[in-house]
């Protein structure tokens, strides 16, 4: 998928949809993208690649949505899969951005973090933030608060979101891990850049307090993260498989479980209990 991603954008298409409520899915097979109708205008939640912006916008559009009225363009971090779309989103809409203020770095000063060099990409546009986010912010835009919880490790500026959304008069806390990747923790990436190993701990700490949120409906930033598309399969007119109690608690207690017992922090899994074992 990655390696095809520049070259072969069209076979990361897939038909938009509505999530739940307000909340909709635009984005790609490799890369989630979500917005929110605000009533008084769209909330985006991260752009993918540059060479998706075209099947972002036809999602939009797909859905009954002007792109012009997309007013936010809210990132969960600042990496390429995730904000390659957003020079272009904004010089087409006049959006205002935001960006967790830790990750601003990255776009002025260190573009070799933004995970180009690994998907073999040597330019892209980056674009200037007009809202830097800290732990505790909130973004509000018509009949929507979104709640920022700054979660460092798998990049320092890392944000988590969470809003409400209301399906046949209920409502619903919705919420996003904003960077649960462990590639940026490994051995090899953060000797490559010269980073402090405690990133790790810093990934640690914000599993734990990301264990205190609740979320009934957990939308991933990637969609194999939530299990996006498989849910959309199982859904029924009776049954929103999305609207899951315990579904964001289960992956990060899976993340956990991982770091704990397979995660050797080379970039490998392995099983610790299995070489424990045998070494006894």
């Known amino acids: 998928m990655v390696a095809r991603v520049c070259t072969h954008p069209w076979e990361l298409r897939v038909e938009p949809f509505r999530i739940i409520g307000n909340l909709y899915y635009v984005g790609n097979l490799d890369s989630s993208s979500h917005l929110i109708d605000t009533g008084d205008g769209l909330i985006l939640i991260d752009t993918a690649f540059p060479q998706t912006v075209y099947l972002l916008l036809e999602s939009v559009r797909r859905l009954g949505f002007d792109p012009d009225d997309i007013k936010y363009v809210v990132h969960t971090h600042a990496h390429y899969d995730h904000f390659g779309g957003t020079k272009a989103i904004v010089e087409l809409t006049g959006a205002k951005t935001f960006l967790g203020k830790e990750d601003i770095e990255i776009l002025t000063d260190h573009p070799e973090l933004s995970w180009t060099p690994e998907y073999g990409v040597e330019f892209y546009e980056t674009f200037d933030v007009d809202t830097p986010l800290s732990d505790g912010d909130t973004i509000s835009l018509g009949n929507t608060t979104i709640e920022c919880v700054h979660i460092p490790g798998h990049t320092p500026g890392s944000i988590s979101y969470f809003f409400e959304v209301t399906e046949e008069g209920k409502s619903y806390r919705a ?80 993340i956990e479980e991982m770091i704990t017992h397979g995660w050797s922090w080379n970039g490998d899994f392995v099983d610790k209990r299995k070489e424990a074992e045998q070494a006894r």
């Open 175 to 254: 919420g996003i891990h904003g960077g649960p990747g462990l590639n940026t923790l490994s051995d090899e990436y953060l000797a490559q850049y010269g980073l402090s190993e405690s990133r790790r701990e810093d990934y640690r700490r914000s599993l734990q307090k990301l264990k205190k949120e609740k979320v009934d409906v957990f939308i991933g930033a990637h969609p194999d993260q939530s299990d996006t598309f498989e849910k959309l399969a199982k859904r029924t007119d009776e049954n929103n498989t999305f609207i899951n109690t315990n579904d964001f608690r289960i992956f990060l207690e899976g």
